[in-house]
């Protein structure tokens, strides 16, 4: 294709003219001159059908114009650009040295923005976001692609040994973000996040803690501790009642809504995203947590079963701990409850072990899936219909004769 058809005679001719005009000087590049006697600079190419335009800068000999051997010069490193399958405007030279980089932060923001839809509730995403704005504070005003191997141990070191587990998760969250970038292609290079191999070296291994376990009640002490709080008013007593009856976590009681129940059927569907495995669960429901519900539901002002101050929103995660309080229980956790749950059908009833797991929503290799079948359902019936009687029982009396119940 001609090249060089323009002249810097012919173009002050056409300054002079005072009449609009486009001149071409070949192969995508183009002066536009305005009526007003200003010109400037354009290149023109097309790419998959679609028409594009690069402006080069306004037309002149002046420190910031550009001279008609400017304009070639340019117009030929754009050629260049994409002559190889580039795209100009992120590519340029004088683009790329005008454009503010995009900081770590920038990044991390548009990382949780992305995984929204991902996580598995607002309390993970809260955490994500916690972490990435606090902990990792010093980071984020840092261009991403300068993120180095001494700014990542610098947040973490800290935290290694004094909070193993939240500086273990932010070093894999802190990877992520430069994963994203470099996925961007917004930095190149080994990921300074990277543990194996990497600061694995850097950092040690951390000291093997002993994981705590939430403190249960023991399940002798249940009965005699449900008598207490069949007697406390409030929200917060019934799904603390609740919690315990179907052996729930306490998230999946307190956000529970109307749409999930089924008097008919006497369950309680609890949908996947609420579920720690992330799948869904139905919870046969006994006829004492039938009880607590028929009694809310003649009373329900939203469709949440626990409504909060605000009806559109759930009543507070602490309103069961706050229960605990008021019954001089709080050495025992809500959480704790399920352990109670959980040792009651070993230590004092022949029910499978495969059923009580799958009542606690624990998956099992291999037998998880099956017990989510009908017949499956039937056999957590009883089990949940034999808790809440064990339960009823003011200091458990009929815990012999629970030894003697059958499971399946």
């Not at 917060?236 to 529970?256: D, H, P």
């Not at 469709?303 to 559109?312: E, L, M, N, S």
Request: aromatic share 6%.
């Amino acid at each position: 294709m001609t090249r060089h058809k323009l002249t810097d005679t012919k173009i002050k001719a056409a300054l002079r003219s005072g009449q609009p005009a486009k001149l071409g000087d070949g192969d995508g590049l183009w002066l536009h001159v305005q009526s007003s006697g200003a010109a400037s600079w354009v290149f023109i190419w097309t790419r998959h059908k679609w028409r594009r335009e690069m402006g080069l800068g306004s037309y002149g000999t002046g420190a910031r114009h550009v001279s008609l051997a400017d304009a070639r010069k340019k117009a030929e490193t754009v050629r260049g650009i994409l002559g190889r399958g580039g795209d100009p405007f992120k590519e340029l030279p004088e683009r790329i040295a005008s454009v503010r980089p995009k900081t770590f932060g920038e990044c991390a923001d548009e990382l949780l923005t992305a995984k929204e839809k991902i996580f598995r509730n607002e309390k993970h995403k809260a955490q994500w976001r916690m972490t990435l704005e606090v902990y990792a504070k010093s980071l984020r005003k840092i261009p991403v692609k300068d993120v180095s191997t001494d700014d990542v141990v610098r947040v973490l070191r800290p935290l290694w040994q004094e909070k193993q587990e939240t500086a273990s998760r932010l070093r894999g969250r802190i990877e992520n973000v430069l994963d994203y970038a470099k996925a961007l292609k917004l930095r190149d290079g080994e990921n300074p996040a990277r543990w194996k191999g990497h600061l694995d070296h850097v950092l040690g291994q951390r000291q093997k803690l002993m994981r705590g376990h939430h403190a249960a009640m023991p399940y002798t002490d249940v009965p005699t501790f449900m008598v207490k709080l069949k007697e406390t008013e409030g929200l917060g007593a019934r799904a603390l009642e609740l919690c315990i009856l179907t052996a729930t976590r306490s998230g999946e009681v307190l956000n529970a809504c109307w749409s999930e129940i089924d008097f008919d059927a006497a369950t309680w569907t609890i949908p996947a995203g609420r579920m720690k495995a992330g799948k869904e669960h139905v919870v046969p429901l006994s006829a004492n947590a039938l009880a607590i519900l028929k009694a809310l539901h003649e009373k329900r002002i939203s469709d949440f079963i626990f409504p909060g101050q605000a009806p559109r929103r759930p009543v507070s995660n602490m309103a069961m701990t706050m229960v605990m309080r008021r019954l001089k229980a709080d050495t025992c956790t809500v959480h704790g409850f399920r352990s109670s749950f959980r040792d009651w059908c070993g230590d004092v009833t022949n029910f499978p072990r495969d059923v009580a797991e799958s009542a606690l929503a624990h998956v099992i290799d291999g037998v998880e899936a099956a017990y989510r079948r009908g017949s499956a359902l039937a056999k957590r019936r009883k089990l949940m219909e034999a808790w809440a009687a064990y339960c009823s029982t003011a200091k458990g009396d009929n815990v012999l004769a629970m030894k003697r119940r059958k499971g399946g």
